[in-house]
T-cell receptor
Framework: SQTIHQWPATLVQPVGSPLSLECTVEGTSNPNLYWYRQAAGRGLQLLFY??????ISSEVPQNLSASRPQDRQFILSSKKLLLSDSGFYLCAWSYDIGNNSPLHFGNGTRLTVT | AQSVAQPEDQVNVAEGNPLTVKCTYSVSGNPYLFWYVQYPNRGLQFLLKYITGDNLVKGSYGFEAEFNKSQTSFHLKKPSALVSDSALYFCAVRDRTGTASKLTFGTGTRLQVTL
């Protein structure tokens, strides 16, 4: 079966510090990978998605970047965090075949920028 | 552009009673529709999806959803609510001709089930 791991679960970082959140998927090959941010426990905003190694699409211009160095690894980064980067970050994967594949989410990382 | 509306911020229901969480959508073509549930400090869990065929879709934990094309709705239902169903529920839509990334979520409905 497929599993998705996301870490750390919580993170408190000062303004201006760098960020690296990691997500890995097991049990499938060539998944589509996604980073979402959930603000105030509600709305989901798609930040980045990837259909293959080294292929990253950005949905929202911002202080963050993403990379996919391996097939099942997706990393969210920032060089200098802003207060507005605080939120709940969710990684997800889906099969790469067809548009009816649901997303499968990790347990998220709660980031607090102080 | 596609969109999803969840008109109720919160739904309250007594345990054992039927529940309905409403969702309406707008897409340019035919939709794929999804329901997810989120428990506190956790990721979203997939509940069910509508692709084609039978308008009544059955999913996990006894939930089902009814696709109504004329009303552009996809309401989530359960015949008998449990306290453990209390969570945040999200409806999502994707146009069949769109890219895999173009999944639009609603703003969520908080379901509170009480004894």
């Amino acid at each position: 079966s497929q599993t998705i791991h996301q870490w750390p679960a919580t993170l408190v970082q000062p303004v201006g510090s760098p960020l690296s959140l990691e997500c890995t998927v097991e049990g499938t090959s060539n998944p589509n990978l996604y980073w979402y941010r959930q603000a105030a426990g509600r709305g989901l905003q798609l930040l980045f998605y990837s259909v293959g190694i080294g292929q990253i699409s950005s949905e929202v211009p911002q202080n963050l970047s993403a990379s996919r160095p391996q097939d099942r690894q997706f990393i969210l980064s920032s060089k200098k965090l802003l207060l507005s980067d605080s939120g709940f970050y969710l990684c997800a994967w889906s099969y790469d075949i067809g548009n009816n594949s649901p997303l499968h989410f990790g347990n998220g990382t709660r980031l607090t920028v102080t | 552009a596609q969109s999803v509306a969840q008109p109720e911020d919160q739904v309250n229901v007594a345990e054992g009673n039927p529940l309905t969480v409403k969702c309406t959508y707008s897409v340019s073509g035919n939709p794929y529709l999804f329901w997810y549930v989120q428990y506190p400090n956790r990721g979203l869990q997939f509940l069910l999806k509508y692709i084609t065929g039978d308008n009544l879709v059955k999913g996990s934990y006894g939930f089902e959803a009814e696709f109504n094309k004329s009303q552009t709705s996809f309401h989530l239902k359960k015949p008998s609510a449990l306290v453990s169903d209390s969570a945040l529920y999200f409806c999502a839509v994707r146009d069949r001709t769109g890219t895999a990334s173009k999944l639009t979520f609603g703003t969520g409905t908080r379901l509170q089930v009480t004894l």
